[in-house]
């Protein structure tokens, strides 16, 4: 199940581990995702296995999964393991993970049968809907009590529709993969199973607050277009932020002015610009420019949309997440 020329150790140390489920293979395992993403590591992909066959990899060593070992309820819902049987597999494959600082995710399955519209309930038999069913609520029962967790397919399925993006069961298409793609990230992401945070496929470029007194002012150059690959550290734009300077930032001469002149020491009431370069914090595509140069800007504000991605079809209410960005003073 692992490649016998790879050294233990890189085995080990690879981020990401997905079992070749066509669901998880199709999502968070499309090629050029999460590859050469800095941060993760390696991206493992495993062979399709089931429930009972993780749990015995994972048991003799023949599985070394990285940080995150990313499974899927639809081997088990096509298999004849008793519900309770595969809930104690991966129980117990949650359990040798956790052991080495590691954590299982696992995808359900939709209930969603295009073959199977009736579904009929009678004793001794189980369609595919019946039985993914009635997983997937052993699976909610089950994550709650060991930590395991669930990337919510069926629940992606319910929100866009099936009719188009489920052409047979268990196979994912078109809105649905992009749903469960973004789920499965921020899952991922909130668990902190990775030292680093893992980015969404569609992710908000925002205009960075550099201090309380300065947050507002203009773009005033991109060193970047849209559709250009950005690397970590590269400088996107400038932005020329006007900050209020307080009466304890002037000269004794300067107070003493301005008591005279106004009978109170209030604050100073003028002000100069200060220009920021803000630069990338990982590597992403400049999908769309919002704010271009010229164009007035708060702090929080979003100044581009940035994608996983080159010319992906999206906009910025598309975001799942912020660009993580770093902010450095121009000296002048």
């Excluded at 233990?8 to 050469?36: F, K, M």
């Excluded at 496929?201 to 849209?226: E, N």
């Amino acid at each position: 199940m692992v490649d016998d020329n790879m050294p233990e150790d890189d085995a080990h140390q690879s981020g990401i581990s997905l079992v070749g489920s066509p669901d998880v293979l199709a999502t968070i395992g499309r090629p050029g995702l999460l590859d050469n993403r800095s941060g993760i590591g390696s991206i493992e992909r495993l062979p399709l296995v089931d429930s009972e066959q993780l749990v015995t990899g994972l048991r003799d060593g023949a599985l070394r999964p990285g940080k995150v070992l990313i499974t899927s309820l639809l081997p088990e819902v096509r298999s004849d393991t008793p519900a309770d049987r595969t809930m104690r597999n991966l129980a117990e494959a949650g359990e040798i993970l956790a052991g080495n600082q590691g954590q299982l995710f696992v995808f359900n399955v939709s209930t969603f049968d295009p073959h199977d519209d009736t579904h009929t309930f009678e004793p001794g038999h189980e369609s595919f809907a019946v039985r993914a069913h009635r997983l997937l609520i052993e699976l909610e029962n089950t994550a709650a009590q060991t930590g395991i967790r669930v990337i919510d397919v069926d629940g992606a399925v319910a929100e866009v529709g099936a009719i188009g993006n489920v052409p047979e069961a268990g196979s994912l298409t078109g809105d649905v993969v992009d749903f469960v793609t973004e789920e499965a990230v921020l899952a991922i992401d909130q668990s902190g199973a990775l030292a680093d945070t893992i980015q969404a496929p569609v992710m908000s470029l925002r205009v960075p607050s550099f201090d309380r007194r300065t947050t507002v002012g203009s773009i005033a150059r991109w060193h970047v277009q849209p559709g250009q690959l950005v690397e970590d550290e590269e400088a996107l734009f400038d932005v020329r932020f006007e900050t209020r300077v307080h009466r304890f930032d002037l000269g004794a001469d300067d107070r003493v002015t301005k008591r005279k002149r106004s009978g109170r020491s209030a604050k100073a009431d003028r002000s100069y610009f200060m220009e920021v370069s803000v630069v990338a914090g990982a590597e992403a595509y400049v999908n769309e420019i919002v704010c271009p140069e010229g164009h007035p800007v708060t702090a929080g504000d979003i100044a581009a949309v940035m994608t996983t991605g080159r010319g992906m079809d999206v906009a910025a209410a598309d975001a799942g997440s912020d660009f993580r960005v770093g902010a450095r003073v121009i000296e002048s």
